[in-house]
């Protein structure tokens, strides 16, 4: 930047540090997180923990036996849980790759914030068409997967404990989705039946574990895109899979790590004072993170000077900022513009995958990765059939798509835990878990 420009140039760094997370904050958070998991399970019992104790839920899925890549057969997948709902066709045959046909249809608004009548008229019509496509005979098993915190009672009956990624439906919270979507199902003639229930989260480890059938190192399931949340085999519990329910994290003991742009976001959510983690790691919320710190660097710039629409025109999208990242992906007349957005976006998104990698860490921890006594770790690998190496698939936009989401993890991993620790945790894309996974799970279910 020019000197006439040093006021910009200042008030960056100062942005960018209130982005900037040390080492040490994230060493601090991650035990700060394994306090909350293992204060959530012990005080919900697997149902949910009351938010004064802790603020990850730790929800028990009934779930204790992943795929071991023998399922065969026709099986449905039927996903809610962002802008899309999607109707999965998947023909399963003996560890072979899923065969897969999609039917993809985005949410109206409307009906996000309408009644449960609506909702689930929309998911049955949708599923209607696809079976209708087919043909199949029969009434076939469908995996459904229903990505919102549930308390779950088997693994076909849940309970919605509260909307998030922006819907509010009247008539659902406190209710069984399942149950929900049979009547709607029932009522327009769809020849599927849910066989599980499950959310994406659960359905990528699903999927992960499919994928590396065998090996039995995939423990955890995680999604980064829209919203985020981890799910993983506990060896502590008998492999009982846990749905975390990690977006509600708070940040009770590392309340330094959220600035004014997070305040800011969170009040003017669906939901204030909830899913602080989601708001500061995933998709929907990164790009107007974004564009509330730049307009805060550029607020003394030039004036008379008229900013981009982008810039003055919220909420923006996160995938615009992924674009803008990279090296032809940003077009922008002002090279002063253009320098702060790409500045900031990359801090924005670095911060992402830092807290995410603390969470990750210390699920991982649960699982017997990161413990600071290697021998100790060896010997819990060896007798509590723990992994020696930790698998964990990933799904969702911001891994796929979120500029060098990925290594940005890997890094953070040797930030938190060590360089040697996390040798032994690799992320893997664990592609299409909330569709595959959720049909791969009504067919462990129904063989």
């Known amino acids: 930047m020019t000197d006439s420009n040093s006021a910009v140039s200042q008030r960056l760094d100062e942005v960018l540090d209130k982005f900037d997370v040390p080492a040490p904050t994230l060493v601090e958070m ?25 603020s990850i839920k730790m929800l028990n899925t009934h779930i204790d036996v992943l795929p071991r890549g023998y399922e065969k057969g026709v099986y449905y997948a039927l996903d809610l849980g962002g802008t899309y709902l999607r109707v999965l066709r998947v023909v399963l045959g003996h560890g072979e790759k899923p065969e897969v046909a999609e039917h993809r249809k985005p949410i109206p608004k409307g009906v996000m ?10 998911i049955a019509v ?46 659902v ?4 989705p399942a149950a929900l979507l049979t009547k709607a199902m029932e009522k327009r003639g769809v020849p599927i039946y849910v066989a599980a229930l499950c959310n994406d989260t659960v359905g990528t480890l699903m999927t992960c574990a499919y994928q590396f059938e065998g090996c039995g190192t995939c423990k955890i399931g995680m999604i980064i895109g829209t919203g985020t949340n981890a799910a ?5 519990l008998g492999n009982l899979v846990v749905n975390t329910e990690w977006g509600g994290y708070n ?20 939901n204030p004072g909830k899913q602080l983690y989601e708001k500061t790691i995933s998709g929907m919320y990164l790009g107007e993170l974004t564009r509330l710190a730049c307009l805060d660097v550029l607020k003394d710039y030039s004036p008379g000077k008229q900013l981009p ?28 513009v253009r320098i702060v957005f790409r500045t900031i976006g990359d801090a924005v998104v670095e911060r992402s995958a830092n807290l995410c990698a603390a969470g990750l860490a210390a699920v991982a921890e649960k699982c017997g990765i990161g413990r600071e006594n290697k021998r100790h770790m060896r010997e819990v690998c060896v007798d509590h059939g723990m992994p020696r190496c930790l698998t964990i698939g990933v799904d969702g936009s911001l891994y796929l798509k979120g500029y060098h989401y990925p290594e940005r993890l890997a890094m953070a991993f040797s930030k938190i835990v060590g360089d040697v620790m996390a040798s032994l945790i690799h992320t893997v894309h664990s592609s299409d878990g909330s569709g595959v996974g959720a049909a791969l799970m009504a067919a462990a279910v129904s063989q």
Do not use: H
């Open 113 to 122: 914030s309408s009644t449960s009548d609506d909702l689930f008229d929309f």
């Open 173 to 176: 919270v406190g209710e069984d």
């Open 251 to 270: 940040f009770r003991k590392v309340q330094k790590v959220l600035n004014e742009y997070d305040r800011a976001v969170d009040e003017a959510s669906p």
């Open 309 to 336: 629409d982008f810039l003055t025109e919220g909420p923006l999208d996160s995938k615009f900022v992924c674009a803008a990242l990279e090296e032809d992906g940003f077009e922008c007349d002002d090279e002063v």
């Open 30 to 54: 991650k035990d700060d997180f394994l306090r909350e998991m293992r204060a959530g399970w012990e005080a919900g019992e697997g149902l949910g923990a009351p938010s004064d104790v802790s």
């Open 232 to 236: 993983y085999s506990d060896p502590t």
């Open 126 to 171: 949708t599923a209607k068409e696809m079976t209708d496509k087919f043909e199949d005979e029969g009434v076939i098993p469908a995996g459904f997967t229903f990505s919102f915190p549930m308390s779950q009672e088997t693994i076909t009956r849940g309970t919605l404990v509260e909307w998030t990624k922006g819907f509010s439906t009247a008539g």
